[in-house]
């Protein structure tokens, strides 16, 4: 086990989850706080949120990746390279612009990154699928998603202190120099090797993937339980930082538990998900996490009815973040168990776009629900409609390949 651990394989995963998590949160968090620091108006920096539609239309072009092979290192590596490079560049030239003088042309830059960054992740997913073994998937994903996590610390976390040393389009240029070992890891990695062969024709690269996706038995209520499994969690997520004030917490008590204690129980949550996976597969580990995360969920209930103490805080923030790492493993896991290698950059950016749904819209209420129903009550409620989903998975387990 601890050489599948700390083989060449996972440690590719993990540093390419890096490269895909560094540039998110330029495009949000960090170039909100440049923006309103250049007295940008808020009517503006909330249009800005726009600039992220690429993560969810990314299956609009994924075909193109499927069925083209560029000249250079393979289908995978290829595109890979072209995307990082591309990215860096654009990063980079998002910190040249000026927010208060030009924000159309932030906008650009804005949606160039989130572009390039749509395409690096939909060739990654589609790398790391080919990549493994469908018993190093479950492994491999909980990596990736740590990696994911670190790039997305260093670019919110980090670029927001150095902002407070450097300007902003040396912090730009800084985000797009920690690109560089994504580039050197598609460089030194191999090509995946894929049995199933590769779309010859672009109408097979684009109605394929689709067609023989529902053609299986099964496909709705898997695209229904991948909609449902995590919309709990998600639910709650979206209300804590709100729930934690109103319970009488300060922010520094926040920010040093919820952020950074949380960080890492999602992390160690992820690692430790991933050695489950290992040993018990991808569908009983759905079940154990989803039963998990559904309980530290309940536990923001308990927490609203202590109030203000700094113990209860830190266990149900460890606790609640431990378990959504594990979640998250199986979670992407089992959505890349259900793709054929054949589409393999298709298949996975649909259902990884169709992820997000649930994220958008059952999180739009949440604020009128906390509301009506009382904070107790309505972590509650988040627990509970864990619940359908859960059930779906006693259906949707066993028609994905190679999950057992």
Known sequence: MFRLIFSPRMLVSFLMGFSCGVPLLLTLSVLQAWMREEGVDLSVIGLF????????????????????????????????????????????????????????MVAVAALLVTFFSASQDIVVDAFRREDLSDNELGLGSSLYVNGYRVGMLVAGSGGLILADHFTFHQVYLFMALCLLPGVLTTLLCREPEVAEGTPTTFREAVVQPFVEYFQRDGALLILLFILLYKIGDQMASTMTTPFYLDVGFTKTQIGAVAKLFGFWATIIGGLVGGVILLRLGIVRSLWIFGILQAVSTAGFSLLAFLGPSLAGLAAVIGFENLTGGMGTAAYVAYMASLTNKKFTATQYALLSSLMGIPRVLASAPTGFMADSMGWAFYFFFCALIAVPGLLLLRFAGPLAAGTQ
């Open 49 to 104: 949120s726009l600039v992220g539609l690429p993560y969810t239309l990314k299956f609009l072009w994924s075909p193109i990746l499927d069925r083209f092979t560029l000249p250079l290192f393979g289908r995978r590596r290829g595109w890979l390279l072209l995307f990082q490079i591309l990215l860096m560049a654009a990063i980079a030239g998002l910190g040249m612009t000026r927010p208060a003088v030009h924000p159309w």
